[in-house]
């Protein structure tokens, strides 16, 4: 299993859950799934420098598989129109093989 640990600072909240429900069914024919996803409104300790108000671990088979998911052209698309509107930062905080 490949996991990437990530934190967000999401700007639009509606326009981020229309990035959602767009590459959800992308993310499953990769075998992808969210293990964990929290909204947060306090951060103790915060490197990136960044606000953080969204963190989540996504899980994958394997580290290929999350790369192809990641190059596909439909994701991509989703990402491009909901993503990057609705997202103003964010920050990989690991990669676990």
């Known amino acids: 299993m490949f996991e990437r640990l990530v934190a967000l600072h999401v700007s639009d909240a509606d326009v981020y859950q229309e990035y959602r429900d767009g590459m959800m069914p992308i993310l499953a024919l990769y ?9 947060v409104s306090d951060t103790g300790f915060n490197e990136s420098g960044h606000p953080i108000n969204r963190v989540f671990l996504l899980a994958f088979p394997d580290q290929e598989t999350s790369d192809r998911f990641f190059s596909d052209t439909d994701y991509k698309k989703v990402r491009a129109t909901f993503f990057d509107a609705s997202v103003e930062h964010t920050t990989v905080i690991a990669e676990i093989q």
């Open 31 to 39: 075998g992808g799934r969210f293990r964990y996803d929290f909204h």
